[in-house]
């Protein structure tokens, strides 16, 4: 059953049409078929995917009458000449209207899986209006070219004698397996976490911290002064305030602990400024690998054996000792 909602008279951007004010994800039909939509969006630990939306060619409907400020969201469509993803981020949706919470276990709880389109929002927007040719036009091009990866880590993947090998580049975490030639994925492996990279190849999928790719160059490339940054901060760390609290920074990863116990990942970038903070640097950009929370800190000092972040905005001084 395909489920209604708020229609406009006309498609948005059309000439001589007037715009009604919204708040909230506006969708837009300007294909020649019949679109089913669903959405999906987070609210507070929880993902959450809905659907069908109904919308004849030429309408609009509004799935989410609601601000966006709440964080990223995700558009399906489905329709005799789909508009696939191929990038943007897997979660549940069933043949009938549903309200799914969660996305974990999919096909054991009785539900179906989808690719859905990862939709920009901006900080503080509180609606977008997304035409469904946008989506298809969007998928068209996802080459990756990055001149600034780091290098992480590579492990075997669940095929025989392959491997699954991960870089950094631009606060994503980038994997690369299936589709990347043997011998690009043997060079990646004898190289050390945090080894500066050039790669190019194509995005498969995508969401807002992670990515799975396609390789089809990958070298090393000279040490930058950011990067000789990251060499240093290599290793484990102990808080000088509480001896329980340990840091093990590899590659671009930090994996946090307290009295033993894990606190978490995060992901890693050294750069020149920080969301809205510039200036005497360098800063490193830290991103929750769960939740994708966003954190800035001023590198103070990094020596042989100490480490000191200003943690911005609220300027707790954060010291840490190396452990040998």
Not at 24 to 40: I, K, R, Y
Not at 204 to 224: C, F, M
């Amino acid at each position: 059953m395909l489920r209604s909602a708020r229609i406009s008279a006309c498609l948005a951007l059309t000439i001589g049409c007037p715009m009604a004010a919204f708040a909230g994800l506006e969708v837009c039909n300007d294909t020649e078929m019949l679109q089913a939509v669903a959405v999906a969006y987070q609210v507070g630990g929880d993902k959450v995917s809905e659907g069908w939306w109904s919308i004849k060619p030429g309408t609009c409907q509004t799935p989410l009458a609601r601000d966006l400020t709440g964080g990223p969201i995700y558009l399906h469509a489905k329709s005799p000449d789909p508009l696939p993803a191929r990038t943007g981020a897997e979660f549940c949706t069933s043949e009938s209207r549903f309200t799914i919470v969660n996305s974990d276990d999919c096909i054991v709880r009785g539900h179906q899986i989808a690719l859905f389109h990862a939709i920009p929002v901006e900080a503080g927007q509180v609606d977008v209006s997304v035409k469904l040719s946008q989506l298809r036009e969007a998928e068209a091009s996802k080459e990756l070219s990055r001149d600034d990866a780091v290098f992480q880590s590579c492990r075997p993947s669940k095929e025989a004698d392959a491997l699954v090998c991960a870089f950094h580049a631009g606060g994503v975490r980038y994997e690369a397996g299936v589709g990347t030639p043997a011998k690009i994925l043997a060079f990646l492996n004898e190289l050390a976490p945090a080894t500066p990279l050039t790669v190019r190849g194509t995005i498969t999928l995508q969401d807002d911290i992670s990515a799975t790719v396609s390789l089809s160059e990958a070298d090393t490339r000279p040490e930058s002064e950011l990067d000789a940054v990251y060499a240093r901060l290599q290793g484990e760390w102990v808080s000088v305030d509480d001896p329980n609290e340990h840091l093990t920074i590899s590659g671009a990863e930090r994996t946090g602990t307290y009295d033993g116990a894990d606190t978490g990942v995060d992901y890693l970038s050294i750069q020149t400024d920080c969301d809205e903070e510039s200036g005497a640097g360098p800063y490193l950009r830290a991103i929750d690998s769960a939740h994708g929370d966003v954190y800035c800190y001023a590198i103070e000092t990094l020596g042989e054996d100490d480490l000191s972040l200003f943690y911005l905005p609220r300027g707790n001084l954060l010291e840490y000792q190396r452990v040998k």
